[in-house]
């Protein structure tokens, strides 16, 4: 079984104090109309951390109301783009400044590491600002070539008021990755976060407020999807819906979309990732990668490389050192900076991925290492992998969202190809060889929004991210993204006497 951390947390790190468990709206934090709240649970215990106000239809209401007001008549959309970014810098600055706060914040409301929010997700999130910062003032259209006597040219305009929808596996980042571009392109929005992990989102509101972003361009309501979700996806005064979650979800969203004003609908959803590993790989590499590509935030990431795709020349030696591997790896709390995994972000998701792994085990599959839960509290499991499984099994087929790698062996790089398309997911994949024909061949052949060739989870801010068939549409981060946030509008005049079209 893998290693369990049993390091006293207090000599690591004190405890954050939570200072916002109200709704952020128009600038301030107020109590939900209905005066209801509800726990954020400390997955590394199953203690209540908090209670946090409940939003819900009335809330949001009330925060798509500030927004367009501030859209409408505020001065955010009317600045210019430098001015813009010259406050989002601010903004980025202050999120550097706040970093252990946040990355605390994460920790003890989504079982993320501390050592990683501290060292990546919280410096990450500030250069995402800064980028979309950057690019602020450099939104423009172009002067187009008309084929009679008229005189064209577009203009790129922000959408209006948006609706971001962020999961819980990632609070700091997909709020920034939501947010960020939004800003830049001149919008305003409420912001969703996940009834899980809702803390860090407020606090983002509170600096936000500091770094001088207008009362009513950013706003965040805390609550439950079913409610305070279904309400900014139905609602007739919100211009776009950003969504990252589940497949599931997102045809919920979609749907209410279409069914109230057609609002703009973008969808980061679900994956089954598969990692490629080809015969001239270099084995130990090749391990690391695909342990990290499952193991990664407990597994709890949409591109999670859950199907590893090994051929036959190195296989058994494969097999062999990532089991070694496996049963090393450190779960512990996520406040030690010995843990390589912390807990499962709650106890749904803790008895949904224990579930699937009984799936593999009664359904054929062979249990390689793993599979069992860690520890008297909390939630957390083993790093699990299954041999001997095949495409048509649910642990293949499935999204888990948890430390759970399907490894199977392949003989040629059709036959790679195929399976690694075999799934109706298309978010990312990865591919592990010296030979440049077959990294851009195999590239090539995957349907899925991301390749990543002798490396994984290689995220850019300049890189733009998305999937294919049910993982979703639309991209986050580079240019793509900031022009999801941006109508395109074509002005045409007449030309009368001119020397030339």
Same mark, same amino acid.
């Not at 989504?110 to 602020?136: C, E, F, H, N, V």
């Given at each position: 079984?893998?290693?369990?951390?049993?390091g006293?947390v207090?000599k690591?790190l004190e405890?954050?104090?939570?200072?916002?468990t109200k709704?952020?709206?128009?600038?301030?934090?107020v109590d939900?109309?209905?005066?209801?709240?509800?726990?954020?649970?400390?997955?590394r215990?199953?203690?209540?951390?908090?209670?946090?106000?409940?939003?819900?239809k009335?809330?949001?209401?009330?925060?798509?109301?500030?927004?367009?007001?501030?859209?409408?008549?505020g001065?955010?959309?009317?600045?210019?783009?430098?001015?813009?970014?010259?406050?989002?810098?601010?903004?980025a600055?202050?999120?550097?400044?706040?970093?252990?706060?946040?990355?605390?914040?994460d920790?003890?409301d989504?079982?993320?590491?501390?050592?990683?929010?501290?060292?990546l997700?919280?410096?990450?999130?500030?250069?995402?600002?800064r980028?979309y910062?950057?690019?602020?003032d450099?939104?423009?259209?172009?002067?187009?070539?008309m084929?009679?006597?008229l005189?064209g040219?577009t203009l790129?305009?922000?959408?209006? +008021?948006?609706g971001?929808?962020i999961?819980?596996?990632?609070p700091?980042?997909?709020?920034?990755m939501?947010?960020?571009?939004?800003?830049?392109?001149?919008?305003?929005?409420v912001?969703?976060?996940?009834?899980q992990?809702p803390?860090?989102?407020?606090?983002c509101?509170?600096?936000?407020?500091?770094?001088?972003?207008?009362?009513?361009?950013?706003n965040v +309501?805390?609550?439950?999807?079913?409610?305070?979700?279904?309400?900014m996806?139905?609602?007739?005064?919100?211009?776009?819906?950003?969504?990252t979650g589940?497949?599931?979800v997102?045809r919920?969203?979609?749907?209410?979309?279409?069914d109230s004003?057609?609002?703009?609908?973008?969808?980061?959803?679900?994956g089954?990732?598969?990692i490629?590993?080809?015969?001239?790989?270099?084995v130990?590499?090749?391990?690391?990668?695909a342990?990290?590509?499952i193991?990664?935030?407990?597994?709890?990431?949409?591109?999670?490389?859950?199907?590893?795709?090994?051929?036959?020349?190195?296989?058994?030696?494969?097999?062999?050192?990532?089991?070694?591997?496996?049963?090393?790896?450190?779960?512990?709390?996520?406040?030690?900076?010995?843990?390589q995994?912390?807990?499962?972000v709650?106890?749904k998701?803790?008895e949904?991925?224990?579930?699937?792994?009984?799936h593999?085990?009664?359904?054929?599959?062979?249990?390689l290492?793993?599979?069992?839960?860690?520890?008297e509290k909390?939630?957390?499991?083993?790093?699990?992998?299954?041999?001997?499984?095949?495409?048509?099994?649910?642990?293949v087929?499935d999204?888990?969202?948890?430390?759970?790698?399907?490894?199977?062996?392949?003989k040629?790089?059709?036959?790679a190809?195929?399976?690694a398309?075999?799934?109706?997911y298309?978010?990312a994949?990865?591919?592990?060889?010296?030979?440049?024909?077959?990294?851009?061949?195999?590239s090539?052949s995957i349907?899925?929004?991301?390749?990543?060739?002798?490396?994984?989870?290689?995220?850019?801010?300049?890189?733009?991210?998305?999937?294919?068939?049910?993982?979703?549409?639309?991209?986050?981060?580079?240019?793509?993204?900031?022009?999801?946030?941006?109508?395109v509008?074509?002005?045409?005049?007449?030309?009368y006497?001119?020397?030339w079209?």
């Amino acid at each position: 079984m893998a290693e369990e951390s049993n390091g006293s947390v207090e000599k690591h790190l004190e405890i954050p104090e939570i200072k916002f468990t109200k709704l952020f709206i128009n600038g301030s934090f107020v109590d939900a109309i209905s005066g209801n709240t509800f726990d954020t649970i400390d997955p590394r215990t199953g203690d209540v951390i908090a209670k946090v106000a409940e939003g819900d239809k009335e809330d949001i209401d009330m925060a798509v109301k500030a927004a367009r007001d501030a859209f409408d008549n505020g001065k955010w959309p009317r600045m210019s783009g430098a001015e813009r970014g010259k406050i989002m810098m601010k903004f980025a600055d202050l999120v550097d400044q706040n970093t252990n706060e946040l990355a605390a914040l994460d920790a003890i409301d989504g079982g993320k590491l501390l050592s990683w929010g501290k060292m990546l997700d919280i410096p990450q999130s500030a250069q995402l600002l800064r980028y979309y910062a950057g690019a602020a003032d450099k939104i423009h259209g172009e002067t187009l070539k008309m084929s009679r006597e008229l005189f064209g040219y577009t203009l790129l305009e922000p959408v209006g +008021v948006v609706g971001h929808i962020i999961p819980w596996n990632f609070p700091t980042t997909m709020f920034f990755m939501k947010a960020s571009p939004a800003l830049a392109a001149g919008c305003t929005m409420v912001v969703k976060p996940a009834e899980q992990t809702p803390l860090s989102a407020l606090y983002c509101g509170h600096l936000a407020k500091l770094a001088g972003i207008p009362d009513g361009v950013l706003n965040v +309501v805390t609550g439950f999807g079913a409610k305070a979700g279904a309400a900014m996806s139905s609602h007739m005064d919100i211009d776009k819906i950003s969504f990252t979650g589940s497949t599931e979800v997102g045809r919920i969203v979609m749907k209410a979309a279409a069914d109230s004003n057609l609002k703009v609908v973008s969808l980061e959803l679900g994956g089954k990732s598969p990692i490629m590993i080809f015969d001239d790989a270099d084995v130990d590499t090749a391990t690391d990668l695909a342990l990290l590509g499952i193991l990664f935030n407990k597994g709890e990431i949409c591109v999670a490389g859950s199907r590893v795709y090994v051929q036959e020349g190195i296989y058994d030696e494969f097999e062999r050192k990532i089991a070694e591997k496996a049963k090393n790896w450190v779960v512990g709390d996520p406040f030690d900076p010995r843990s390589q995994q912390g807990p499962q972000v709650d106890k749904k998701q803790f008895e949904k991925i224990l579930s699937y792994i009984e799936h593999g085990k009664n359904g054929g599959a062979t249990l390689l290492t793993g599979g069992k839960a860690v520890g008297e509290k909390g939630y957390y499991i083993e790093p699990t992998i299954f041999t001997d499984v095949t495409e048509d099994m649910v642990v293949v087929k499935d999204e888990i969202f948890g430390p759970v790698m399907s490894l199977m062996k392949f003989k040629t790089v059709e036959e790679a190809i195929e399976r690694a398309n075999k799934t109706r997911y298309g978010l990312a994949a990865g591919i592990v060889t010296k030979d440049l024909n077959i990294a851009n061949r195999v590239s090539r052949s995957i349907r899925a929004g991301v390749i990543w060739v002798n490396c994984y989870f290689a995220f850019d801010r300049d890189c733009p991210y998305g999937g294919y068939k049910m993982s979703g549409f639309g991209r986050d981060m580079g240019l793509e993204a900031l022009h999801k946030y941006l109508h395109v509008k074509s002005v045409v005049t007449p030309l009368y006497n001119s020397p030339w079209l």
